[in-house]
C-alpha cells in the first residue's frame, strides 16, 4: 500500500514513477513525461495487470493495458498493489497483478488546498481542491494542471529537433452520502485529457489522450451477517495523433453485484458482474466492435489467529470465446509478532483485445 504521504514526498512525476519504487515493479516510457508509459508486475506485460480507480476499471480495447500517462497523481489518495494472478477475483487480465487506485474522500470539515510547483525546463504543475464532511454527506473535488516545455526524445537524423513537451488537464470528484447507519450511497468521477509531443516524421507529431471513469455504488448492511454492494461503472480511453491520421476509443461498462456472509472466523462471498466492452479504431475492418463477458465469482476466507486462508474461484463466459474457469488459494502462517510466511497458487488468462480481433 503506497499512502498520500509517500506519495506527495516522491517527487515524482506519474503514478508509474511512485510504482517503480516498488519491488517486482518496473517502468518504461517512450519519451518524456507525457509520452506513452508501460508498467511490468512481476515482469509482465503491462497487458497483464488489471487497473481499478475507485473500483472502475480502466483499460484499452486497442492496446491493451491502463493508459498510465493519464492518470492524474495529484488525485490519489492511496494505491494498492496486489501481485501474482488473481483472475479468481478480478477475471481477464490479472495475470501480472492488480492494481487499485483510490481517489481522495471527503470528512470532518472543509479542508481546502492550494499547490504550486515549478521545474526546469519549463516544468509547472498547480492543484486546488477542498474536501469535507457535513451532515451525513462527504465530498472531495479536485483540478488540477501540468505542463512542461519537455525535451527532444530522439535525435537521430530525420527526426523532428523540436522539444516534445505536454500538457494536461484532470479533474476529480468524490460523493457519499450515509442513509441510515447500515446504507451508503457514492458517486465518482475522473476526467483528464493530454497533449504531448513525440518524434515519428519531420513533423509536430502530437498524442491526444482523453480517460474518464466513473462510478456509482450502494452498499448495504443487511444484519450483523449480511451484507451487499451494488456497483455500475463505466470508463472511457481515447487516444488520437496529429498530423497522422489515428484514432481509438475504447468504452467499458460494469455491472457488480456483491455479497457478503460473516460467520464468526469465516468469509462467504459470492459476486455477479457482467462487462460490455466496445471499441471504435479506424484500423477495424468495420470500424466498431462489441463484446460482454458475465462471470460468477466465488469467495471463502478463514481467520485463525495466527492462521489465515484464502480459496476463490471465477467463472467468466465471454460472448466470443465460452467459458473459462480460474481459481486460487492462499495460506498465511504468523510464526512471529510481524512476521508472516505465506503460500499462494492461483491461475488466470486474458482474453485478446477487440483490436486483435478485429483489425485490418
Given at each position: 500500500?503506497?499512502?498520500?504521504?509517500?506519495i506527495?514526498?516522491?517527487?515524482?512525476?506519474?503514478?508509474?514513477?511512485?510504482?517503480?519504487?516498488?519491488?517486482?515493479?518496473?517502468m518504461?516510457?517512450?519519451?518524456?513525461?507525457?509520452?506513452?508509459?508501460?508498467?511490468?508486475?512481476?515482469?509482465?506485460?503491462?497487458?497483464?495487470?488489471?487497473?481499478?480507480?475507485?473500483?472502475?476499471?480502466?483499460?484499452?480495447?486497442?492496446?491493451?493495458?491502463?493508459?498510465?500517462?493519464?492518470?492524474?497523481?495529484?488525485?490519489?489518495?492511496?494505491?494498492?498493489?496486489?501481485?501474482?494472478?488473481?483472475?479468481?477475483?478480478?477475471?481477464?487480465?490479472?495475470?501480472?497483478?492488480?492494481?487499485?487506485?483510490?481517489?481522495?474522500?471527503?470528512?470532518?470539515?472543509?479542508?481546502?488546498?492550494?499547490?504550486?510547483?515549478?521545474?526546469?525546463?519549463?516544468?509547472?504543475?498547480?492543484?486546488?481542491?477542498?474536501?469535507?464532511?457535513?451532515?451525513?454527506?462527504?465530498?472531495?473535488?479536485?483540478?488540477?494542471?501540468?505542463?512542461?516545455?519537455?525535451?527532444?526524445?530522439?535525435?537521430?537524423?530525420?527526426?523532428?529537433?523540436?522539444a516534445?513537451?505536454?500538457?494536461?488537464?484532470?479533474?476529480?470528484?468524490?460523493?457519499?452520502?450515509?442513509?441510515?447507519?447500515?446504507?451508503?450511497?457514492?458517486?465518482?468521477?475522473?476526467?483528464?485529457?493530454?497533449?504531448?509531443?513525440?518524434?515519428?516524421?519531420?513533423?509536430?507529431?502530437?498524442?491526444?489522450?482523453?480517460?474518464?471513469?466513473?462510478?456509482?455504488?450502494?452498499?448495504?448492511?443487511?444484519?450483523?451477517?449480511?451484507?451487499?454492494?451494488?456497483?455500475?461503472?463505466?470508463?472511457?480511453?481515447?487516444?488520437q495523433?496529429?498530423?497522422?491520421?489515428?484514432?481509438?476509443?475504447?468504452?467499458?461498462?460494469?455491472?457488480?453485484?456483491?455479497?457478503?456472509?460473516r460467520?464468526?472466523?469465516?468469509?462467504?462471498?459470492?459476486?455477479?458482474?457482467?462487462?460490455?466492452?466496445?471499441?471504435?479504431n479506424?484500423?477495424?475492418?468495420?470500424?466498431?466492435?462489441?463484446?460482454?463477458?458475465?462471470?460468477?465469482?466465488?469467495?471463502?476466507?478463514?481467520?485463525?489467529?495466527k492462521?489465515?486462508?484464502?480459496?476463490?474461484?471465477?467463472?467468466?463466459?465471454?460472448?466470443?470465446?465460452?467459458?473459462?474457469?480460474?481459481?486460487?488459494?492462499?495460506?498465511?502462517?504468523?510464526?512471529?509478532?510481524?512476521?508472516?510466511a505465506?503460500?499462494?497458487?492461483?491461475?488466470?488468462?486474458?482474453?485478446p483485445?477487440?483490436?486483435?480481433?478485429?483489425?485490418?
Open positions: 500500500v503506497v499512502g498520500r504521504e509517500t506527495e514526498t516522491a517527487g515524482a512525476v506519474g503514478v508509474a514513477d511512485v510504482l517503480s519504487r516498488l519491488p517486482g515493479v518496473q518504461v516510457r517512450n519519451g518524456g513525461a507525457g509520452s506513452t508509459t508501460s508498467v511490468y508486475l512481476r515482469g509482465a506485460d503491462t497487458r497483464f495487470t488489471a487497473v481499478y480507480i475507485d473500483g472502475i476499471r480502466v483499460d484499452s480495447q486497442s492496446t491493451g493495458g491502463a493508459s498510465w500517462q493519464d492518470i492524474p497523481l495529484e488525485a490519489i489518495d492511496r494505491i494498492e498493489v496486489l501481485r501474482g494472478p488473481a483472475a479468481a477475483v478480478y477475471g481477464s487480465d490479472a495475470i501480472g497483478g492488480v492494481v487499485q487506485i483510490f481517489t481522495k474522500k471527503g470528512e470532518g470539515k472543509a479542508k481546502p488546498y492550494v499547490g504550486l510547483g515549478w521545474g526546469s525546463r519549463g516544468t509547472v504543475k498547480a492543484q486546488a481542491g477542498v474536501s469535507g464532511g457535513v451532515a451525513g454527506w462527504d465530498y472531495s473535488l479536485g483540478v488540477s494542471h501540468a505542463s512542461s516545455n519537455g525535451f527532444n526524445s530522439k535525435t537521430s537524423e530525420g527526426s523532428n529537433p523540436d516534445d513537451g505536454y500538457r494536461s488537464n484532470a479533474f476529480n470528484g468524490r460523493i457519499g452520502y450515509q442513509l441510515s447507519a447500515n446504507q451508503r450511497v457514492e458517486a465518482t468521477a475522473l476526467t483528464s485529457y493530454m497533449n504531448s509531443g513525440y518524434d515519428a516524421s519531420k513533423y509536430d507529431d502530437r498524442s491526444i489522450y482523453k480517460m474518464s471513469a466513473v462510478g456509482l455504488n450502494w452498499q448495504a448492511k443487511w444484519s450483523d451477517i449480511y451484507s451487499t454492494r451494488l456497483q455500475y461503472t463505466q470508463s472511457r480511453d481515447f487516444y495523433t496529429k498530423p497522422s491520421p489515428y484514432e481509438t476509443d475504447t468504452r467499458l461498462h460494469s455491472y457488480l453485484f456483491h455479497n457478503e456472509w460467520l464468526g472466523v469465516q468469509t462467504v462471498t459470492v459476486a455477479l458482474e457482467r462487462r460490455e466492452d466496445k471499441l471504435i479506424s484500423g477495424l475492418d468495420i470500424g466498431s466492435r462489441e463484446r460482454s463477458q458475465n462471470a460468477l465469482a466465488l469467495g471463502y476466507g478463514l481467520n485463525l489467529g492462521h489465515t486462508l484464502q480459496l476463490n474461484a471465477r467463472h467468466d463466459r465471454d460472448s466470443e470465446f465460452g467459458g473459462h474457469t480460474t481459481g486460487s488459494a492462499a495460506y498465511g502462517y504468523e510464526f512471529m509478532p510481524n512476521w508472516r505465506t503460500a499462494s497458487a492461483g491461475t488466470a488468462f486474458r482474453a483485445t477487440l483490436y486483435q480481433r478485429f483489425s485490418m
